[in-house]
């Protein structure tokens, strides 16, 4: 990478360009290995580095990701990928001569463990720990032109605040106890860049949390296995998610890269679900109901 690329590649890290965009490949005076450059975004949707308050933002300089290679009669190679740092060259990837184009994917943190191009991603207890991933872009083999990698979040959001109908303050709601029950692990292939349908497993409880506004970080799973359960005073609740939102829209799924945002009203002879709506990262809705304590 030349002086100027490098120079373009730390000021877009660094948030004073919307897209880490690199100048398109170079070789030495025209002679030599092809450098190939990679582009990246994150897409306004959770927790990552260099996010604003809706979860857009770039990677910074030093962030690490996985980088997977592919291409037609080629095993998929997997790549150490830090930003500002790393460089990569056609020629050192040993692609066959017959393939024409090749396959890039992202993944973010770097998965612990790979098998045949896929690994099970467990989602946290909390949500502190999100997943990135950036779809299969397909470029020709030998392009000088940046491969750009859009990263969007591949987890679900479930967000839950809490609100009074006058009956308890501001200080009592934090003391509002939540936790949910539901499927904890997917797996991933690296070569697409997704989530696999139908792979969703192993039910877990996150960790309890406290206060007015909470979130949990779950994988894509059909709503119906996730349980939403509130101590308040005392009182023990469990609540299953609605069938639509209060809009109408079919609550089937905890997609990725949405939020489903649950407003609770707390008041002396109950806590109604006025509000559950999905915005943010993507909107799915809102939910009303009641719950009575």
Not at 24 to 41: H, L, V
Not at 200 to 209: H, M
Not at 241 to 254: D, K, Q, S, V, Y
Request: aromatic share 6%.
């Amino acid at each position: 990478m030349n002086r100027k690329t490098r120079i373009a590649a730390l000021l877009a890290a660094a948030g004073l360009a919307p897209l880490l965009t690199a100048c398109e490949g170079t070789t030495q005076n025209g002679k030599g290995p092809t450098e190939i450059n990679i582009a990246t975004s994150i897409d306004a949707l959770a927790k990552a580095p260099q996010l604003d308050q809706n979860g857009a933002g770039n990677f910074a300089p030093g962030d690490r990701f996985a980088l997977n290679i592919a291409a037609d009669g080629f095993e998929s190679v997997l790549k150490d990928y830090t930003i500002g740092s790393t460089e990569l060259f056609w020629e050192d990837l040993g692609l066959p001569d017959a393939a024409g184009t090749v396959n890039f994917s992202g993944c973010y943190p770097w998965p612990e463990t790979v098998r045949e191009g896929a690994f099970t991603f467990t989602a946290p207890s909390t949500a502190d720990k999100d997943l990135l991933l950036a779809k299969a872009v397909r470029t020709d083999k030998g392009s000088v032109k940046p491969v750009k990698l859009a990263f969007s979040h591949a987890l679900h959001k479930l967000a839950v605040r809490y609100v009074s109908d006058g009956s308890y303050s501001d200080e009592e709601l934090a003391g509002v106890v939540t936790s949910l029950r539901a499927l904890s692990s997917c797996t991933v292939d690296l070569e697409k860049g997704e989530v696999l349908e139908g792979t969703q497993t192993a039910e877990a409880e996150t960790d309890e949390v406290s206060g007015k506004e909470v979130a949990f970080l779950l994988v894509p799973q059909p709503k119906d296995g996730v349980a939403l359960n509130v101590r308040f005073k005392g009182i023990d609740k469990t609540f299953l998610l609605p069938a639509a939102t209060t809009e109408g829209i079919p609550l089937t799924r905890l997609e990725g890269g949405k939020t489903l945002t649950v407003e609770l009203t707390v008041a002396k002879d109950g806590i109604r679900i006025d509000a559950s709506q999905i915005g943010g990262w993507n909107s799915q809705g809102n939910i009303d109901g009641e719950i009575i304590i």
